[in-house]
């Protein structure tokens, strides 16, 4: 609720401002129960709703199970996503409602000396880690692809940052003690398939990935227990990787000894194996391999696209900015299309798989204006000009591009 | 504008206040168990041809609004994403209503 308050004194500070009146954070709702998403070629509406546990207002994209996207300007609030805004997408419907704490157990086993069980007070005994972390579908901006993709018809939505906080992965590992010839560690959550013989939603990462001491087993999201629709109790962490990775409701790890041959991580969320990702349209016969490292990108959270600027007058441009599996190393601002750059500077540090704020002061000349941003991570990596395709609309990462009027 | 810029300089202080400590501060000491519902969704598909197909095989996985929200997408797309959820999410769907369900997706949702 203190995300509404603070959004309520932002208008009402811009107006005693006195500056182009509100359109400058103007968001494109259309009446208190719906949003345009302006995707292209339509179909972008959406109603708002309210009717999700644990959730304050968020964007409806489908209600069983649920999909349910940020209100983009949450990111203009703070570089932590606050936990009832925080998006939410499940494969399957069959989602317990209702969970012990004190019965939940998490279970490793398989290729392992000794199986081990562990109750979250088990875990709450163990060394404690914590990390800011960047969690982003893999499919977050999926409405943006021309030509369109079906799939969940995300906007910039699909992605939150936290601070997240419970045991390695690697500890929890060593209590059942890994055997010699392990291959891969499989996570399978509470959640289960409608239909009997349908795939279980589980993913798996390589063993050594599994054991870098950085991917972690949360128990808590900014300071506070999980919310049933983003894992409750436990989540996997699995920091600069896509959030389908980070398996919710967290209770069965196995230890595999030969690669994970099970669909969703040997045949589902496959990318073209290139460069960004991209294929042709309609393009055959392109090796496709499993999605992994996240990818840089950046937004201006505090200019809505078509907003009204006074010209010739300073505008405080601000927005987040992450640098994928690494850091930001710098965010740069273009006001001429891309022929030239503005070093932006950057917020405090919270780690490097966390957003990064960014801002930077502008004066626009009167007319039809464009700012594009581009975040170059700390191994220089940058985001392309031209936005990629594949088939399932995952790792969107085009420089965005927000057009103005200053007048 | 003024106010603005002391805005932005006020979030970034929040910010660097709550920068991670070196240590995990453990704020959990306890878990409230949870006991929730989860909305439903009962929208039906729109009348018209096809539409009995679609209701009956469709919704016992997940709600309307999921195909409702998609754009215009070609028929051949259409197809395989019927074909998808026989053969991968194993639907119980005969050869009858799935040529159905294609037919009436592409009605409503079709693009060149």
């Known amino acids: ?407 | 504008m003024a106010r603005l810029i002391v805005r932005a300089g006020l979030a970034l202080l929040c910010v660097a206040a709550t920068l991670p400590a070196a240590e995990a501060a453990n704020t959990i000491r306890t878990f409230k168990s949870v006991d929730v519902d989860l909305p439903f969704g009962d929208r039906m598909f729109p009348d018209g041809p096809g539409s009995d197909a679609i209701n009956n095989n469709c919704l016992a996985c997940h709600s309307a609004g999921m195909v409702l929200n998609q754009p215009p997408l070609p028929r051949t797309t259409w197809q395989s994403e019927v074909t998808k959820m026989r053969a991968v999410y194993k639907a119980p769907i005969s050869d009858e209503d799935a040529a159905s369900i294609v037919d009436y997706l592409t009605r409503i949702k079709g693009a060149n």
């Open chain 1, 1 to 407: 609720m203190r995300m509404f308050n603070e959004a309520l004194c932002r208008r009402t500070l811009l107006k005693r401002a006195g500056i182009a009146g509100l359109s400058l954070l103007s968001s494109s709702a259309l009446a208190d129960d719906a949003i345009d998403l302006w995707l292209p070629g339509g179909v972008g509406t959406r109603a708002m709703t309210t009717a999700f546990p644990d959730k304050g207002r968020m964007i409806l994209q489908r209600t069983r199970p649920p999909l349910l996207e940020t209100p983009f300007e949450t990111f203009d609030n703070d570089i932590f996503t606050p936990n009832q805004l925080f998006y939410v997408r499940w494969h399957w419907s069959n989602i317990p409602s209702n969970i012990d704490a004190d019965a939940f157990r998490l279970t490793v086993h398989g290729h392992v000396n000794t199986n081990v069980v562990l109750s979250l007070r088990d875990l709450l005994a163990m060394p404690a880690v914590d990390l800011v972390a960047v969690n982003q579908c893999s499919g977050n901006s999926r409405g943006f692809f021309q030509p369109r993709v079906p799939g969940g018809q995300w906007s910039n939505g699909s992605m939150g940052n936290a601070r997240w906080t419970g045991v390695r992965l690697k500890d929890v590992l060593d209590r059942a003690g890994v055997k010699s010839g392990a291959v891969a560690v499989r996570f399978n959550g509470l959640d289960e398939q409608v239909l009997p013989d349908g795939p279980d939603f589980m993913k798996s990462l390589a063993i050594d990935h599994a054991r870098d001491g950085e991917v972690m087993i949360a128990y808590a999201m900014n300071g506070q227990q999980l919310p049933l629709l983003n894992g409750f109790p436990l989540r996997l962490v699995v920091p600069g990787w896509y959030a389908t990775y980070w398996v919710k409701m967290l209770n069965d790890i196995e230890v595999l000894d030969g690669p994970d041959e099970s669909f969703w991580t040997k045949s589902a969320y496959l990318i073209p194996d290139t460069p960004g990702a991209t294929m042709t349209p309609g393009e055959t016969g392109v090796k496709m391999v499993p999605i992994n490292r996240m990818v840089p990108r950046s937004f201006v959270t505090n200019l809505a696209a078509g907003a009204r600027v006074t010209a010739g007058a300073p505008l405080e441009l601000r927005g987040i900015a992450f640098g994928g599996d690494t850091g930001v190393k710098n965010v740069d601002v273009s006001l001429d299309r891309g022929a030239t750059w503005l070093a932006a500077s950057l917020g405090a540090d919270a780690g490097k798989y966390s957003f990064r704020r960014w801002q930077l002061s502008v004066t626009p000349s009167r007319g039809d204006q464009a700012i594009m941003i581009r975040c170059t991570n700390s191994e220089g990596k940058t985001q392309p000009a031209e936005a990629n395709w594949n088939p399932s609309g995952f790792m969107r990462n085009v420089i965005e591009i927000t057009n103005f009027v200053a007048a």
